[in-house]
Each structure stands twice: as structure tokens, then as C-alpha cells.
């Protein structure tokens, strides 16, 4: 087990210095997490810079192309992700000998999961034509994907093997190897976007193929650390194999796939918004796409913070310590708070300069800086319910916070943010940024309703 992740004894000490000791704790196991979403954001943040600076047409293309997989993969990422709170539980409790068993089903699971995502992926051309898309710009976004497919069975089995090194506290495993996939990925998208040293000039097709080959030289390089480390040794993934196991599969799935859904959720009104903005052309798409880009960024610190702190959560009630869960649990949400004012106020400050990274053009960068304002604002919202979830997937309480993320943004977001784009029924109609208004109304929505969740939660109430 890591040095860092360590159970506070549950005694009797002062309120304050029990908090900084475990946000000491969170920032250990979180600094990690936080360097690898960074990477792994940053082959995206790479694919849009460098489509958007071939062409407007790569860059649409390439973001509706992100909008179709990203959804399925972050379902199949948090239904992978009840691998973590369910190693670090068992890494707490001391029942070293059930750690192996669980992953080896996550990866059964990842398994099966690639099979659904390249099936998908890999047949969506009816689907762009229903959008209306321009004919080139469909033809680049399937394109995209069709070479995107192939890294797919890698991307899942990283996400299992996650589940491993993050439940045991060595989070700097994976932010090693994701830092390696997105190093290998920039030059390679150089190669295959603008054809260099002999490879044909491919557009937005080649940031496809860029990512599935990174994604097969991080995941190989992890599979043999995993298989040569000392630190592994007790946790060795070929020596330990098991075969699929149902009741272990079906533990997994009952915890993950209330999460899966509760992210698919999420992400799946971001790439919804992305495919009704398609009509109205590629440059109010790439603005969108740009501003998506940039707070989902932006977001990776307070996510990072959320999943040390489910690992955390998790582990203090595995280690039979649920006072010190409840405190952690609880305090979180004064660094969220104050993370979300620090961003909103960057946002406002810098958007120009934002927009001018991404693009050189005009009307691109006028779309972006209008819809960067309205980014800046959502920010308190979408901090605090990220926190509030995550500490309730320590308590694996996955259920009722599903049932409160599709309302909020499936009920309140994206039915407000429709009217808001389409229709005067409200206000004028406000074009792109009625569904940003739409996306802050549903994340204020899920963080008072998450909030007052985690406050009234008890361990044994309605877990999934």
C-alpha cells in the first residue's frame, strides 16, 4: 500500500488540523490524477489546435467526431471506474487477496465494452447524414473515427488497470503512461494532419490515427511495468489471472454502471448540443467545439480532486474509520468553491487570448469569446456537483445521484437550453449561448440537489 494513503486514526483531534492533514492526503493521491486527465485532455486540446489550424472543415469534423465517442467511452470509463473505490476498499480493509479477482473481471468487461464501441463507431454515417452536414465534413468525421476504432480496445484496458494502481494508492502509475501516450501523439499528429516525411496529408483523419497509436504504445509500455515491477509483485496481473467470474463481474457492474450512465449523462449533453449547433454551419460548431474544449480542461482539477477523494472516501471506510470519510467528505467543498472562483475569473480575463490559441479566425474567435462568458459563469455549479458526486461514489452511492444528474441535465439542461437556441418562447431567440445558459441552469440544479444528498447520506441508505 502507499506510503501516502494512510488512515487517520479515529480519535479525538483538533477539527482543523485533521482537515489540512487529509487535504494533504487528497493532494498527494490527487497531483497525480490531475497530470494524467491533463494528458489524456491534452491529446484532445492537440487534435483541436491542429485540425483547426488545416481547416475549418477538419475542425468540425473533428469535433463531431469527439462528440460521438467521447459519450460511450466516458460510460464505458465510469463503469470501469467502480474498479477503484472497490480495490481501494479492499486495499483499507486488508483483503489483499480479492484485489486481483477484480481486476481481471474489469478487464473481461473492458473486453466487452470494445466490441459495443467499435461496433458503434465505426457505423455512424447515417447518423451525420440526418445532421445535414456538409458532405466533406461528414466524409472527415467518419473518417476520423474509423481510425479512431483502433486504439479503443487499449483505451479500455487503461481504464481498468487504473483501477488497480489508483486503488492502491500509486496514482503516479498512470499519470506516467498517459503523459507518454500524449508525447507520442503530438508528433504523430504533425505526421498524418499536414503529411510529413512521406505520409500523405490525411486532415482531420490523421488526429484518428495519431490517438490509436499512442494509445497502443502507452498501454503496452503499462502492461509491461505492471509485469516487471517490484512494487507489483503481490499484484502480478499475469501470475494472478482468474478466470470470468459472474458474481465478481456482476459486483463491478452494480456499482459501475450507475456511474457509466451518470457520466454518459453529462457528456452525452455536451455532444448532443455539438450535433443540434451542427446545422448553423462549422464556424458557430468550432466555436462550440473550442469552448467545450477549453472548460472541459479547465474541469480536470476538480475532477482529479473528485477521484482522489472517492479513493480516499472509500479506503477511510474500508479501514473502518467513517468519521474521518464523513469529514473529508464534507470539507472537500470548500476547495471546490474556491478552485471554481479561480477559473470563472480567468475566463472572464483571458477569453480573447483563449480564442486566438485556438484559431486564427475572426469569426470563429467571435463565437468562442461570447461563449467562453457564459463558461466562466457555470463554473461554481459544475465544481460543486463534481465534488459532491465523487464523494458519494466513495459511499458507493451511485443510484440516487444518477436519477439527479439526468434530471438536471437532461430535463433542466438541455430542454432549457433547446428553447433558449430555437425559439423565442422565453427570451429572443439567443442562438449557441441559450444552450450554455441551458448547461448552467442544469448544473446548478445537480449540485444543490447532490449537495443536499451528501449532507443527509448515511452509509446503508439506497447504495447501488
Known amino acids: 500500500m502507499d506510503e501516502t494513503h494512510q488512515p487517520l486514526p479515529e480519535v479525538r483531534q483538533p477539527l482543523i488540523p485533521r482537515t489540512l492533514t487529509e487535504w494533504r492526503t487528497l493532494a498527494i493521491l490527487g497531483g497525480p490524477i ?26 468540425a469534423a473533428v469535433g463531431i467526431g469527439s462528440s460521438l465517442w467521447m459519450p ?47 461496433l458503434l463507431l465505426t457505423n455512424v454515417f447515417p447518423v451525420l447524414n440526418l445532421l445535414r452536414l456538409e458532405i466533406n465534413t461528414a466524409r472527415i468525421a467518419q473518417g476520423y473515427l474509423d481510425a479512431f476504432a483502433w486504439g479503443i480496445p487499449f483505451m479500455l484496458v487503461m ?50 490515427w495519431a490517438t490509436s497509436i499512442s494509445n497502443v504504445v502507452a498501454v503496452s509500455a503499462l502492461v509491461l511495468y505492471l509485469n516487471r515491477s517490484e512494487v507489483y509483485r503481490h499484484f502480478h496481473l499475469l501470475a494472478d489471472w482468474v478466470k470470468p467470474d459472474r458474481q465478481g463481474i456482476m459486483e463491478v457492474l452494480k456499482l459501475g454502471i450507475p456511474i457509466g450512465f451518470t457520466i454518459f449523462v453529462e457528456a452525452s449533453l455536451f455532444s448532443v448540443i455539438a450535433l443540434f449547433l451542427a446545422p448553423l454551419g462549422p464556424v458557430v460548431v468550432a466555436g462550440h467545439q473550442i469552448a467545450l474544449n477549453v472548460v472541459s480542461l479547465l474541469f480536470m482539477l476538480p475532477l482529479s480532486i473528485g477521484m482522489a477523494l472517492t479513493l480516499r472516501v472509500s479506503f477511510l471506510l474500508g479501514a473502518r474509520t467513517p468519521g474521518t470519510a464523513r469529514l473529508i467528505a464534507l470539507s472537500s467543498l470548500i476547495l471546490a ?43 461554481i455549479a459544475d465544481v460543486i456537483q463534481v465534488t459532491c458526486i465523487s464523494a458519494l461514489r466513495g459511499y458507493k452511492d451511485t443510484r440516487i445521484p444518477m436519477f439527479i444528474m439526468l434530471f438536471s441535465f437532461w430535463g433542466v439542461g438541455l430542454t432549457l437550453g433547446w428553447v433558449l437556441t430555437f425559439t423565442d418562447w422565453l427570451v429572443p431567440t439567443m442562438g449557441a449561448a441559450g444552450f450554455w445558459v441551458g448547461l448552467t441552469c442544469g448544473l446548478t440544479s445537480a449540485s444543490v440537489l447532490l449537495g443536499i444528498r451528501l449532507f443527509l447520506f448515511r452509509p446503508g441508505q439506497d447504495q447501488a
Open 34 to 59: 490531475l497530470i494524467a486527465q491533463v494528458a489524456q485532455m491534452a491529446n484532445g486540446v492537440i487534435d483541436t489546435v491542429m485540425a483547426g489550424h488545416a481547416s475549418a472543415e477538419d475542425l
Open 337 to 379: 468553491v474556491a478552485v471554481a472562483f479561480v477559473f470563472a475569473l480567468g475566463l472572464f480575463l483571458f477569453s480573447e487570448q483563449i480564442a486566438a490559441l485556438y484559431t486564427s479566425d475572426p469569426q470563429v474567435q467571435e463565437v468562442t469569446i461570447r461563449l467562453l462568458v457564459f463558461a466562466a459563469i457555470f463554473q
Open 72 to 118: 460511450v467511452f466516458l460510460f464505458f470509463m465510469g463503469l470501469l471506474g467502480a474498479l477503484q473505490p472497490i480495490i481501494s476498499g479492499h486495499n483499507g480493509a486488508r483483503t489483499f487477496d480479492r484485489i486481483m479477482p477484480a481486476t481481471w473481471q474489469g478487464l473481461y468487461i473492458a473486453a466487452g465494452g470494445s466490441v459495443i464501441m467499435i
Open 159 to 208: 481504464m481498468s488497470l487504473r483501477g488497480l494502481t489508483d486503488g492502491l494508492g500509486h496514482t503516479r502509475v498512470i499519470m506516467a503512461f498517459s503523459v507518454l501516450g500524449t508525447l507520442v501523439n503530438l508528433p504523430l499528429n504533425y505526421i498524418f494532419i499536414y503529411g510529413k516525411f512521406g505520409v500523405p496529408a490525411m486532415g482531420g483523419v490523421g488526429c484518428g
